[in-house]
T-cell receptor, first 111, second 117 residues
Framework: SQQGEEDPQALSIQEGENATMNCSYK?????LQWYRQNSGRGLVHLIL?????REKHSGRLRVTLDTSKKSSSLLITASRAADTASYFC???????????FGQGTRLTINP | ETGVTQTPRHLVMGMTNKKSLKCEQH?????MYWYKQSAKKPLELMFV???????ENNSVPSRFSPECPNSSHLFLHLHTLQPEDSALYLC????????????????FGPGTRLTVL
């Protein structure tokens, strides 16, 4: 069953601007991850945030998690053309063995 | 790109053909996964293997048959597929199953683009 739902489905911004994507989910989770996928390629892991964490940084990426609202956001600062890709959140329920992925946000960075 | 390779990268087959997809991971991981990615649908988990044992079969039709001869290799055997099976098939691996306490991070291969005519 689908767990994470990303918002917006598509986002187009100018190079240098910040991009924010959101993910909502329905159940109690152990952790939430963000992945990137370039067109027709495999997914690449970006960052993992555990249910007891509220914010995490990795380079130009900032992820927040609000378990009371069952939502997460991914912020990419100072965007570059190479950031053009689809971004997926994935959640794992407490005690579950599998990740459940959302449908993704298609991000386009215009030069 | 990552330590997970998949062959072939592209495959076109008729509905009566039999073909196999291959995945190999060079990361020393114990868990491997098959996913199906169709246009405008979320990534669908198909099978999970841990130490060569299948631990999850996500209601996948029997025309898809997985095989895991060792912890580094994973196959997906295809037989009498339907046009709606056309999709990108992704293989992934992780250090171990998430419930073991190891990292949940999964490492994906580049995928096989399958077209069923």
């Amino acid at each position: 069953s689908q767990q994470g739902e990303e918002d917006p489905q598509a986002l187009s911004i100018q190079e240098g601007e910040n991009a924010t994507m959101n993910c909502s989910y329905k159940t109690s989770i152990n952790n939430l991850q963000w992945y990137r996928q370039n067109s027709g390629r495999g997914l690449v892991h970006l960052i993992l945030i555990r249910s007891n964490e509220r914010e995490k940084h990795s380079g130009r990426l900032r992820v927040t998690l609000d378990t009371s609202k069952k939502s997460s956001s991914l912020l990419i600062t100072a965007s570059r053309a190479a950031d053009t890709a689809s971004y997926f959140c994935a959640t794992r329920d407490q005690g579950a063995q599998k990740l459940v992925f959302g449908q993704g946000t298609r991000l386009t960075i215009n030069p | 790109e990552t330590g997970v390779t998949q062959t072939p990268r592209h495959l076109v087959m008729g509905m009566t053909n039999k073909k196999s997809l291959k995945c190999e991971q060079h990361l020393g991981h114990n868990a491997m996964y098959w996913y199906k990615q169709s246009a405008k649908k979320p990534l669908e988990l198909m099978f999970v293997y841990s130490l060569e044992e299948r631990v999850e079969n996500n209601s996948v039709p029997s025309r898809f048959s997985p095989e895991c001869p060792n912890s580094s290799h994973l196959f997906l055997h295809l037989h009498t597929l339907q046009p709606e099976d056309s999709a990108l098939y992704l293989c992934a691996s992780s250090q171990d199953l998430p419930t073991s306490g190891w990292s949940d991070t999964q490492y994906f291969g580049p995928g096989t683009r399958l077209t069923v005519l």
